[in-house]
């Protein structure tokens, strides 16, 4: 890769102390560099600056020069350069940092400029914070606490604006709680390619719509929610559901695609209540699609395995767990992983494989990529089986070299990890010559034709490893505890491995790095533990020429909004 080149750093001072920043920094970044916070509503820094709330305003300086010598005119008393205070506030966001320039964030002028702003946000605001949706992440709570008067002036009644409207299948709209920030519209326009939000009627009348014959339906909708600052965008799935304060985050990966998107997973007892977006400008900004927040269903999903089977009846997990021994000791045996198998159990299916001196593939899983956070590698994990050498070439869809192998007679034993043999091309035939054994987490043809079927986790319920389509290495954990009899995936193939080989590798996924450090050379200077929360790039090049599914590694470009070659 071809390293960043140094940007222009420009001196500026904020409130008596100097940073240096990139050229182009705005106030709001580079107060925040010092520790200084701006409030501020409609900015975000990954859409385009308006400057319509006001709330960011500030007063500036620039050094004081001679006009016809240009040369600086000192202060009497100091020595130092003086500073020409403008009469008038500006605003943080749209104020870019030049050599020189002076802020200053804590002045009376400052201080009333906010409490005016406030003012007029809550003059048609309803004050009923405790049954507010947003409450507990609403930025107009909290800068009314650190920045409003603390009482109003306003005696008039209130303009009661829509209630609980429907913008699309996903967002609803309390539009009384609505301060006109236009970000939902920036972003429906920038990010999401969708312009279908705006503003109708005038001042205190002013309301968010979705324009004539449009809704708000598009597979980025639900982060219009993420990026409302107050109550007024909510997720018509997790309205009123939960407090958020209740809920417990766990940082996670999206595992619908190789984007590898960053996440959230906010759970309280055992149950998840909602995904959201993690920021990580290296893969996904801010943003994820819908559809990832949506993965969470399937985990009390009506059909989901909480027995071990033994030729479709009911069995004690140790026996099952025997018998599928015993089968993978007869020999003649074949792997099906999946690219949604973590690099630590993809390693471990690779050692089992080894071990038996049985071929092993993986499925692939082919849709249409948007160009924004959908790639059309709908597996998350396969730079993970190519990295851990599980596999040697890219999958295909169909498993025509183990269809071949099971009519030679060559293949009498089939463990597949959660994939359905029937629909990547095996014949009804073909499943009768072979004993399967199934590891899956939902019912379906697999787990009732098993010779043995134990049933696993989900991505939710385990913690580990995925290499995205950047060759990015990124970590998940845990949320939630799995059912009552299901069992890790990774426990299941190290304990697989210990009775087939003997060998002492563990199903504890921190344990089984020392072994992944050793054995493969790209995790060699890395330890989960050090692995940063934004990931960490791989060496691909051993792998460069291979037709991904998405042509080259791709990364987001918030600029283009495309997906666009590193």
Known sequence: MIAPTQPDLITVNIDGREIAVPKGTNVIEAARRLGIEVPHYCYHPKLTIVGNCRMCLVEMGLPAVDPATKTPILDAATGKQKV??????TIGCATNASP???IRTTTPLVKECREGVMEFLLINHPLD?????????CSLQEHATGYGRGYSRFIEDKNVKPKRT????RVTLDDERCILCSRCVRFSQEIAKDDV???????SYSTLTCYPGKKLENNYSLNTVDICPVGALTSTDFRFKMRVWFLKQTDSIDPESSVGCNTVVWSREGVIYRITPRSNDEVNDAWMPDSGRELYKRVRAAGRLTEAKIGGGSAPPEAALAKAVQLLKAGAVAFVASGHCS???QFLTKKLADALQAPAWLVSRVGKGDGILLSADRNPNVRGALVTGLIKELPSAQLTALAAKIDAGEIKTVLSIGED???AGLTAAQLKKVSIIYLGTRANAMSAAAAVMLPTLKVFEKSGTFINQQFRLQKFSKAVPGPAGATDDLVLLAKFLTAVSGGTLTGDVDALW????AEIPQFSAITLASLPATGLLLDRTPWAGLPFAEGETLHYKPAQLTAATT
């Open 84 to 89: 020409n205070w403008m009469p008038r506030p």
């Open 100 to 102: 020189g320039l002076h």
């Open 129 to 137: 914070c405790p049954i507010c949706d947003q409450a507990g992440e």
């Open 166 to 169: 429907q913008l699309g299948p």
């Open 197 to 203: 939000l705006g503003f109708i009627d005038r001042g």
């Open 343 to 345: 690099v630590e159990e």
């Open 421 to 423: 043999l029937a629909a």
């Open 514 to 517: 020392t072994t992944l450090k």
